[in-house]
């Protein structure tokens, strides 16, 4: 997701994306630990998209 994207949603939102995101970046990590994954680099990219949706929750719940 980008930055663009992730400012437009709610907060109910954000809580989703966040379990969604965290729930896909573990099924990675274990298909990755039982057969390489095709493309390794999608665990970087769903790590860093936790990490963005974590980081614009914790600003709106500090306002």
């Known amino acids: 997701m980008k930055q663009s994207e992730i ?13 969604e995101f965290r729930k896909q970046h573990a099924d990675l990590k274990m298909a990755h ?3 390489p994954l095709e493309n390794p680099l999608q665990l970087r990219k769903v790590k ?3 990490a963005r949706l974590a980081t ?3 600003k709106r719940e500090n306002q």
């Not at 400012?7 to 109910?12: A, M, Q, R």
Request: zero cysteines; proline letters at 0%; hydrophobic letters at 40%.
């Open 7 to 19: 400012i437009e949603l709610s907060v109910e939102e954000l809580k989703e994306k966040v379990a």
């Open 33 to 35: 630990s039982v057969t």
């Open 48 to 50: 860093r998209t936790v």
């Open 56 to 58: 614009e929750l914790t």
